[in-house]
């Protein structure tokens, strides 16, 4: 049984460039929700998609867009990107809209310089 | 709006110790529930418990175990004869219930070290 996935585990990029980072949820689950993990930091929601539309959002900048693709997998999209953007980023799927427990994944390191 | 504190910043115990690790929350609703993460150094956020806000029971599980108690809206969480491999950053969570969906809100987290 296949756990969360992200990939890729490590990037690079410049200010100002675009990044897109994607997660596969636990097989079974239909909801994914993003986080920003800063260092030394707890992680802060971005926002979570179920039945492929964002269904709430966090404290974050319109740069900070998603999708949610049929087979419920997901991507994170930054434009723009500041050095403040360099984080962990992980994805945590859950099955429907209740409150269950989230599986994370091992997260993507994203460097901005 | 919600809020959870872990004041406790980094623990450094030997191993076979006993050790806690605070948890306070703010919110004003009052049908929640709360979390405990572990996240080793390979960063994957790990689910070690959730409890809902109308059950205040203890809860013991091997060596870890969890006192929930609303009137000082804290949820702590207690290793016992702590290990080597019970190093790890540990993070404290609160959800609200009515939501229709689930965002969780994180403490900034204590970083545990257990030495031999």
């Known amino acids: 049984d296949a756990g969360v996935t992200q990939s890729p585990t490590h990037l690079i990029k410049t200010r100002g460039q675009q990044v897109t980072l994607r997660c596969s949820p636990k097989?079974?689950?239909?909801?994914v929700s993003w986080y920003q993990q800063a260092l030394g930091q707890g992680p802060q929601f971005i926002f979570q998609y179920y039945e492929e539309e964002e269904r709430q959002r966090g404290n974050f900048p319109d740069r900070f867009s998603g999708h949610q693709f049929p087979n419920y997998s997901s991507e994170l999209n930054v434009n723009a990107l500041l050095l403040g953007d360099s984080a962990l980023y992980l994805c945590a799927s859950s099955l429907g809209q209740g409150v269950y427990e989230q599986y994370f994944g091992p997260g993507t390191r994203l460097t901005v310089t | 709006a919600q809020k959870v504190t872990q004041a406790q910043t980094e623990i450094s115990v030997v191993e076979k110790e006993d050790v806690t690790l605070d948890c306070v929350y703010e919110?004003?609703?009052?049908?929640?529930?709360l979390f405990w993460y572990k996240q080793p150094p390979s960063g994957e956020l790990v689910f070690l418990i959730r409890?809902?806000?109308?059950?205040?029971q203890n809860e013991i599980s091997g060596r870890y175990s969890w006192n929930f108690q609303k009137s000082t809206s804290s949820f702590n969480f207690t290793i016992t004869a702590s290990q080597v491999v019970d190093s790890a950053v540990y993070f404290c969570?609160?959800?609200?219930?009515?939501?229709?969906?689930?965002?969780?809100?994180f403490g900034t987290g204590t970083r545990l070290l257990v030495s031999p």
């Open positions: 097989s079974g689950h239909d909801t």
């Open positions: 969570a609160l959800t609200l219930m009515n939501t229709g969906f689930q965002k969780l809100v």
């Open positions: 409890r809902n806000s109308f059950d205040e």
């Open positions: 919110t004003r609703d009052t049908t929640y529930y």
